[in-house]
C-alpha cells in the first residue's frame, strides 16, 4: 500500500487509544479549504512520490510497538482509494492493533465491506455540507449518493463511529446547517472543526472566515438536540 506519511505517536486521533497514524496519498474530493494538498493534487503527489514509505518499514516498526501502542490509524487523502486497504489491515490486525479509518465516505462499497468483514474499530466520516451542494464543494466526480449510503450505513451502529464538520461561514449558510442537522440526527457523536485559513488547497479559501467561538458553541448546543454526543475541536 502506498503510505506517503507517518506519525508515530497520538494520544487524541483514535479515542481511548494510543496509536500511530499512517497518511496514504491521492484523493478523489478537491475540497477547496483542504490543508493537505501534497497529499491531494497529482503534480504535488509526484514532487514527494520518491519518500513515500515501503509498508516493510511500517510493519517493522509496529512490531517494535507490540504492547506499548493500541492501534493505528490510516488517514489521508482517502485511504479507500489504496487497492491494498483492505490487505492491509488484515496484516495490521494480526500483528494485535486496533484500526481507525478516517474517510470521506465517497467509497460505500469499500467502507461497507471493511466493516462487515470485521476489520475496523472505529471510522470517522467527515461530511462536508449538505447533500444538495456536495458537488459544489468537493467536485463533481463524487456520486452524492454514495455519501449519504455511507452515512446511513454508519448510523446503523455496525462499528462506532464519529461524523465530523469543518465549519466555514463562507460555506455553512443556516440553510445548510439544518440540512446536516436532518441529514446526521440520531447519531452517536459529531465534532465541529474550526476553519483554518492559512495554506488551502485554493486561494480564494485564504479569505474566507472561521465561526467565532461564542457561534461555534451555539452550533454545539443546535446539533446537540439532535445527536447523541457532540463537541468542538
Known amino acids: ?20 497514524i499512517v497518511f496514504t496519498p491521492g484523493c478523489n474530493m478537491r475540497c477547496g479549504y483542504c490543508h493537505n494538498k501534497e497529499f491531494v493534487l497529482p503534480s504535488e503527489l509526484k514532487k514527494i512520490s520518491s519518500s513515500f514509505i515501503d509498508e516493510k518499514i511500517i510493519f517493522n516498526f509496529l ?33 494485535g492493533f486496533k484500526i481507525k479509518l478516517d474517510t470521506n465516505g465517497a467509497r460505500f462499497e469499500v ?32 456520486k452524492v449518493q454514495d455519501i449519504e449510503n455511507s452515512i446511513n450505513f454508519l448510523k446503523g451502529n455496525r462499528v462506532p463511529y464519529e461524523f465530523r464538520t469543518t465549519f466555514i461561514k463562507e460555506v455553512h449558510s443556516t440553510e445548510i446547517i439544518e440540512d ?15 476553519f483554518r485559513s492559512a ?13 467565532s467561538k461564542g457561534e461555534m458553541i451555539e452550533l454545539k448546543n443546535e446539533f446537540a438536540k439532535f445527536i447523541k454526543k457532540v463537541d468542538i475541536r
Not at 500500500?1 to 500511530?20: C, N, R, W, Y
Not at 491494498?84 to 488484515?90: R, V, W, Y
Not at 436532518?182 to 472543526?193: A, I, T, V
Request: proline letters at 3%; a neutral charge; hydrophobic letters at 40%.
Open 199 to 211: 495554506n488551502t488547497l485554493e486561494e480564494k479559501f485564504q479569505c474566507y472566515n472561521a465561526f
Open 111 to 142: 467502507l461497507k465491506d471493511l466493516v462487515e468483514s470485521g476489520l475496523l474499530n472505529y471510522v470517522a466520516m467527515d461530511v462536508k455540507t449538505s447533500l444538495s451542494r456536495y458537488n459544489e464543494l468537493v467536485g463533481p466526480l463524487i
Open 63 to 95: 512490531e517494535t510497538r507490540k504492547g506499548l501502542l493500541d492501534g493505528l490509524v490510516i488517514s489521508g487523502g482517502e485511504p479507500t482509494l489504496q487497492r491494498d486497504l483492505k490487505s492491509f489491515i488484515e496484516k495490521v490486525r494480526n500483528l
Open 1 to 20: 500500500m502506498l503510505i506517503s506519511g507517518v506519525q508515530k505517536f497520538t494520544m487524541l486521533d483514535f479515542p481511548e487509544h494510543t496509536s500511530a
Open 180 to 194: 446536516i442537522k436532518k441529514l446526521l440526527s440520531g447519531s452517536d457523536k459529531y465534532f465541529l472543526q474550526s
